[in-house]
T-cell receptor, first 115, second 111 residues
């Protein structure tokens, strides 16, 4: 039990589909992150949310749409994806206020395949 | 920009020591981390070190930091087959959220 739970663990979708990835953290953290892990770029930061506010958008295409309704939940909405978007999508959380170390705690990832 | 580099592969025999190396460019890095990723799983924090430390030991793990050369290493004593994984080096500054990860070193432990 990592404290950060991602669903689904595996997802196969066509290029015209709309799907969502979900992340939930039970650690009382105040920041949540989406990372993309692929063979080309091992760990690529996509989005950062602090206290539900987006503070980082790392030039991610608009076909990826994040949503953070509260500090414990993070979604990644997917639509009209391309085959090159196939990757492992990792969610992470951290406690930044009052904690300079602020290490990241990762979920197990959602393996996405776009056909 | 900031950059973290690691060799991509390392093979060792079971029972031997493994040394995974990492270099970074950001001289303002305050915290340096080692993460482990097992097949089909997310990243798990192994250990971290403050930039004002030279060494940190935690059971079979020893972290050495040469701040002058911006070189970090992770030594795993008595390497076991369960240590086979990808090991990521990462750095960040004080209270920041800009974690910079290396490409990861795939450690293979041979029986």
């Amino acid at each position: 039990e990592t404290g950060v739970t991602q669903t689904p663990r595996h997802l196969v979708m066509g290029m015209t589909n709309k799907k969502s990835l979900k992340c939930e953290q039970h650690l009382g953290h105040n920041a949540m992150y989406w990372y993309k892990q692929s063979a080309k770029k091992p760990l690529e930061l996509m989005f950062v949310y602090n206290f539900k506010e987006q503070t980082e958008n790392n030039s991610v295409p608009s076909r990826f749409s994040p949503e953070c309704p509260n500090s414990s939940h993070l979604f990644l909405h997917l639509h009209t994806l391309q085959p090159e978007d196939s990757a492992l999508y990792l969610c992470a959380s951290s406690l930044n206020k009052g904690s300079p170390v602020g290490e990241l705690f990762f979920g197990e990832g959602s393996r996405l395949t776009v056909l | 920009g900031e950059d973290v580099e690691q060799s991509l592969f390392l093979s060792v025999r079971e029972g031997d020591s493994s040394v995974i190396n990492c270099t970074y460019t950001d001289s303002s890095s305050t915290y340096l981390y080692w993460y482990k990723q097992e097949p089909g799983a997310g990243l798990q924090l192994l250990t971290y070190i403050f930039s004002n430390m030279d060494m940190k030991q935690d059971q079979r793990l020893t972290v050495l930091l040469n701040k002058k050369d911006k070189h970090l290493s992770l030594r795993i004593a008595d390497t076991q087959t369960g240590d086979s994984a990808i090991y990521f080096c990462a750095e960040k500054g004080d209270y920041g959220q800009n974690f910079v990860f290396g490409p990861g070193t795939r450690l293979s432990v041979l029986p």
